[in-house]
């Protein structure tokens, strides 16, 4: 008999694995659905008839239609995603040179979010009153302004105005350093884009903090410890956070897909040589196949953390364990 | 002068609800500019040369001029009504798919609930935003596409909050006391489950529509906007394209009321969803 | 001539896990192979703690739910076997009440949108008319002057107030099975009084066409109630016969001791102390084949454990599934 939790894991795992074939079939039946010949959009607006006739060739484009779908899944499965006309390249090549970059950024954003998120929240349900008014007002309004207004704002004003950051790229265009100037050259670059997303971020992760942290301490088990005359409110802290943070850590693990998208976005603002910026000059070229591919590839991300939270929120909470 | 006192009960109530009134504030505000707009602004939108480009606020031009010349004010006043109409009505219509959706799962359960709730659980992971841009790309970029592109993919959080609130819902006995009594199956959802599963998902429309709003703005932002109607992330992305030319206005002021409009919606629906909370209790 | 209500070998198993990925082949057995008759006019009581099944076989029996396998015969006709139009056409007379007082009314409809709705449903009576009628079946519940109740809202009654709310609902297409699901449960015991007396009214009002099924754990209703009596332990029935009998001289040995845990206002009763059971019931799956109560039963046997005793039929006209009674 196989144990609970590797079964727990397994269904998972095949849970998820259904999940990326939906979103092959999706996007195959927005290929198909759209207006006019699906050929341009997996070639792309081009023109050249040597490179249509290669991809209908490639995409089995003259077959019917359920055989076009497996053609479809086989490729995707083997990293065949087209290729973009306009930039020469294949587009599974083109946007994992991109992934790092967007990675980098995404991760920074994610952690120190996650950080500043959690103390704000945490700060705000223990001290209650004024603090817990001002953090609650500025977390409002943390989720209510665009994200990437705040960074074309932040741009101009610290960047463009102050001057006190570069306006853009990942690293200095005009010297180039070497060692560990190489890396801090990519983390001055790195401060604007990544606080940007990390404002949005942290206003959610606040909210959700705020609200896992009174939920808990409202809790018998506080309150026993209350009157057991435990010392200092940090002591409590100890006791509250460990299971106030579980759905946090969870939402985190969840929201990383709505980081993933506010980083694409992001990273048009501030040239961020990441998918970002990919996306954006498809858009303008009609690069379809590029499109289709981060679409994929992004949901693709998605679904692999959600899968990775899931398994760890397994092993952090007992109870699922004995299915 | 009993109904006066009624009047007075319902208004201290929302004025204890500082959000609400906040909300209900802001929004009409904002509703009234987008209403109104051919009234107070004194150029037509999207047109070129109204003045000089790039030119800082002034009193004839409150925002200043684009790149092109136009007038800022009016393209961001016209900009609040199609995010205003896009916002809202994708709301619209993914309440109703979801609305659907959930109540069909949560009523019938079983094989149904199982096949939609993984529909569901995969509309969810999609990426929202990457979804929705690339059916408006595909579909081409008009206003109706990137409504209907908002609309449809929106909907999953809609479909599970229906369906938990129908299944809370099935299980009280009154819903068993019509079966025995003969309602057919339609009558007993729209005559006895609705009527009380939907009035606490109401004050998700509102923060549905914050969360749509961005969404175009979002779309427009990357240059996926109706280029007739004008947007206000259509401006914002204006200002990035000629973000070198130092034009600050043309950031700041498209997004001050975008920020506004999406706040209000939040405002509104944290205080409808706050407002009907102690009325339930009331009621039970 | 065909029975008023046959139920025969009916049988309600669910299975212990859900899912897409899982097959199981183990099931609950909440309803097993119940069989039973009633005689238009006579009362029947269905007494056993929860869990025994009761609730479910009465949904069964109004076919709420669909069984597992078994058959209802409601005058001859097999309900389980009907369409949906011909049950909508039956329900009028096969009612039920529940359990949750409070929950069994639609809290934003007033009692007379309630009470309307089953007029609406069943017959063509107009607004006047069926006014007429929910006035003096409001009266008939003891919810006078009825004009007072009729704009009111549920949270504005009181429990009792509620419950003959309920009653009324039943009753209202003159059924001729009525099943009350715990009827006096969650009602203090002046209250329990009032309800009871209601019952019997009715019950009098309408004698010789109305039956009743009266679901109770509580054993002083059912000897009020019920002139015969069903006891149901884990789904299945363990004792089946004249209320008074049973009362007096229960034979199955859960009987006893329901009997003796629950004190009845009659002194013969309580003369004949028997011995209690004890522990935990068991889950009644399909993998245990024995007798259910086989756990706590301070006669089990070895034979007990392994095979289920069928339900027999003694000399005064009561059936028991006991193997002591072989």
């Known amino acids: 008999m196989v144990s609970g939790f590797k079964m727990f894991i397994i269904r998972r795992i095949i849970l998820y694995t259904a999940l990326f074939f939906s979103v092959i079939i999706v996007t195959f039946l927005l290929i198909h659905l759209a207006p006019g010949d699906p050929t341009y959009i997996l070639a792309g607006q081009v023109t050249d008839p040597e490179f249509i006739k290669a991809v209908r060739h490639r995409f089995g484009l003259d077959k019917p239609l359920y055989e076009q779908l497996i053609i479809y899944i086989e490729n995707v499965l083997r990293g065949d995603l087209g290729y973009s006309y306009f930039r020469s390249e294949p587009v599974t090549k083109l946007i994992l040179e991109r992934l790092p970059a967007t990675f980098l950024l995404v991760l920074t954003s994610m952690f120190i979010a996650s950080l500043i998120g959690v103390l704000l929240g945490t700060l705000a349900a223990a001290k209650r009153g004024v603090v817990d008014s001002i953090i609650s007002i500025l977390s409002l309004l943390g989720i209510s302004i665009p994200y990437f207004w705040l960074g074309q704002l932040m741009l101009i004003i610290f960047s463009m105005d102050l001057g006190w950051f570069p306006t853009g790229g990942m690293i200095s265009l005009t010297t180039t350093y070497t060692g560990i100037y190489y890396y801090l050259d990519v983390l001055y670059h790195l401060v604007l884009p990544a606080t940007t997303l990390a404002i949005f971020n942290i206003a959610y992760i606040t909210r959700v903090t705020r609200g896992s942290v009174l939920e808990t301490m409202s809790q018998d088990f506080i309150i026993t410890a209350r009157a057991k005359g435990l010392p200092e409110r940090r002591v409590i802290f100890r006791h509250a956070l460990r299971n106030a943070l579980i759905p946090v850590v969870t939402f985190i693990g969840f929201n990383t897909g709505v980081l993933l998208v506010g980083a694409i976005v992001t990273e048009t603002i501030f040239a961020w040589p990441g998918m970002g910026s990919l996306l954006y000059s498809s858009l303008q070229l009609r690069d379809y196949p590029v499109l289709l591919g981060i679409f994929i590839y992004g949901a693709l991300i998605v679904i692999t953390i959600n899968l990775i939270v899931d398994i760890l929120y397994g092993l952090l909470d007992p109870r699922i364990k004995r299915e | ?284 | 001539m065909s029975r008023f209500l046959e139920v025969r070998g009916l049988k309600k198993y669910f299975p212990l896990s859900r899912g897409f990925l899982s097959r199981s082949k183990i099931y609950v057995r909440a309803v097993d192979n119940v069989s039973f008759e009633l005689r238009q006019g006579e009362s029947l009581g269905v007494v056993g703690e929860s869990g025994s099944g009761k609730t479910t076989l009465a949904k069964l029996i109004i076919r709420l739910i669909e069984p597992t396998s078994g058959a209802t015969y409601f005058k001859g006709v097999n309900i389980y076997m009907l369409k949906k139009k011909d049950l909508k056409k039956l329900r009028p007379k096969m009612q039920m009440i529940f359990q949750d007082i409070s929950a069994s009314l639609n809290p934003r409809k007033t009692i007379r949108q309630t009470l309307e709705q089953v007029y609406k449903i069943h017959t063509d009576l107009s607004d006047k008319e069926i006014l007429e009628r929910i006035s003096s079946l409001l009266e008939e519940v003891g919810l006078t002057p009825p004009h007072i109740f009729l704009e009111r809202y549920p949270h504005e009654l009181s429990g009792g107030q509620r419950q003959r709310v309920n009653i009324a609902r039943a009753i209202a297409l003159d059924p001729e099975l009525l099943i009350a699901d715990e009827p006096t449960s969650a009602l203090d015991a002046s209250l329990k009084r009032q309800v009871v007396e209601l019952f019997k009214k009715i019950y009098d009002d309408r004698r010789g066409e109305l039956s009743y099924i009266i679901i109770s754990h509580d054993i002083s209703l059912i000897y009020a109630l019920a002139e015969k009596t069903l006891v149901m332990y884990l789904g299945r029935v363990v004792e089946y016969g004249d209320t008074k009998k049973i009362i007096q001289n229960p034979k199955h040995p859960y009987t006893s001791a329901l009997m003796t845990a629950v004190p009845v206002p009659d002194p013969r009763i309580e003369r004949n102390k028997k011995i209690l059971a004890s522990g935990e019931p068991i889950t009644s799956t399909t993998e245990f084949r024995g007798c259910p109560f086989y756990n706590r039963c301070p006669f089990a046997t070895d034979k007990c454990r392994r095979e289920d005793p069928p339900l027999k039929k003694l000399d005064d006209g009561r059936y028991v599934a006991c193997w002591l009674y072989e």
């Open chain 2, 1 to 284: 002068m009993k109904r006066g006192i009624l009047i007075i009960e319902k208004l201290k109530i929302i004025k204890s609800n500082i959000r609400l009134l906040l909300g209900v504030i802001i929004i009409s505000v904002i509703v009234s500019l987008g209403l109104l707009a051919s009234y107070i602004t004194w150029y037509q939108p999207l047109m070129a040369m109204e003045g000089p480009p790039y030119q800082p606020p002034s009193l004839q031009h409150p925002f200043g001029t684009d790149d092109l010349g136009g007038d800022i004010y009016t393209n961001v006043i016209y900009g609040i009504r199609t995010s205003l109409f896009v916002g809202v009505l994708s709301a619209v219509i993914a309440m109703v798919i979801g609305i659907m959706i959930g109540t069909l799962a949560g009523y019938y359960g079983g094989f149904i609930d199982d096949l939609l709730m993984r529909i569901v659980d995969m509309a969810f992971i999609i990426p929202q935003f990457l979804l929705a841009l690339l059916i408006a790309t595909i579909l081409g970029p008009n206003i109706y596409n990137i409504t209907l592109a908002i609309g449809v993919t929106s909907w999953p959080g809609i479909a599970r909050m229906t369906r938990a609130m129908i299944l809370s819902i099935k299980q009280l006995t009154f819903i068993e006391a019509a079966r025995v009594i003969g309602l057919s199956d339609t009558r007993i959802i729209f005559s006895e489950l609705l009527p009380n599963a939907l009035p606490p998902i109401i004050p998700y429309i509102a923060l549905q529509a914050s969360s749509n709003v961005l969404v175009e703005a979002g779309l427009g932002f990357l240059g996926v906007s109706d280029p007739n109607v004008p947007s206000l992330g259509m401006l914002l992305n204006d200002a990035q394209q000629h973000i070198l030319m130092n034009a600050w206005w043309m950031s700041l002021f498209p997004g001050i009321f975008l920020s506004l409009m999406i706040l209000g919606f939040n405002l509104l629906g944290d205080g409808l969803i706050e407002y009907m909370n102690p009325r339930l209790r009331r009621a039970s």
